[in-house]
């Protein structure tokens, strides 16, 4: 007898928490909480508009969103389409998302991944409130690879060359200035980024190298005054 390779396990759960039972929607909101606040705390920690709390918040309000939908078609027995509310959260996500881009003053856009980012979690909120658990699970599982190891991959390359970065966290951004004359010897390119931080005045630097980071400019701004700490 050949071996059965079905993949029924992925999409049949336990009816105790497939259906909206009261363990169902404790399960349904306790994953969407997990989820929101994976994708919120790695956003979090780089000192994103958008970090734990936000996206926690709209993974559960999609959640119920779905739910609620689910409940009026399912349990209530009301005509309509249960996926018209999914569907205004989907576009409506959008509102939000755009709080979270910044173009600066050099039209250096900043805040899309972030957006995007709030989009996908609510989606992922979407998917666990009607019960598709692993497809969220494994939707988390790809926003994390895309927000830190491809993001890792995407700074360390430019212009199709590989190259290295620093992030140096400043007093206030009037040091930026002077951190542009005390590196101006070094091929480099300087961007203003969010404070990691997340302390209100400070500024965020990151400098980028064509080739390797020179041993002697770490040791330099290390002894700079302005300069709060360099990773």
């Known amino acids: 007898m050949s071996p059965d390779f ?14 909206l039972t009261g363990v169902g929607v404790l399960v349904r909101l306790t994953l969407a909480t997990v989820v929101g606040g994976i ?23 999609a959640c119920l969103a779905a739910m609620v939908g689910m409940y009026t078609a399912t349990v209530l027995g009301m005509d309509g389409d249960p996926n018209r509310i999914a569907a205004q959260v989907v576009s409506g996500i959008g509102f939000l998302g755009v709080g979270t881009i910044i173009v600066g003053r050099s039209s250096q856009v900043t805040g899309l991944t972030t ?4 989009w996908a979690t609510a989606s992922a909120g979407l998917a666990i409130g009607t019960g598709f658990y ?4 494994l939707t988390t599982m790809f926003i994390l690879i895309a927000m830190t190891f491809l993001a890792r991959i995407e700074r ?6 590989l190259c290295e970065h620093i992030y140096i966290e400043l007093r206030s951004v009037a040091d930026v200035k002077q951190l542009i004359a005390d590196t101006e010897q070094w091929d480099r390119e300087i961007d203003v980024v969010p ?5 209100s005045g400070n500024a ?6 064509p080739a390797h980071i020179p041993a002697e400019l770490l040791s330099q701004l290390e002894q700079l005054d302005y300069v709060l700490f360099v990773l």
């Open 204 to 209: 965020g630097v990151e400098i980028n190298f």
């Open 39 to 61: 994708v919120g705390w790695e956003r979090g920690r780089h000192g994103r508009a958008a970090g734990l709390r936000t996206h926690i918040l709209v993974c559960l309000g």
């Open 6 to 19: 079905s993949m029924d396990w992925i999409v049949h759960t336990p009816a105790i928490i497939s259906n």
């Open 115 to 118: 957006a995007a980012g709030l």
């Open 195 to 199: 404070p990691r931080s997340g302390c």
């Open 134 to 137: 692993w497809a969220a699970i």
């Open 156 to 161: 360390r390359t430019k212009d199709g060359r």
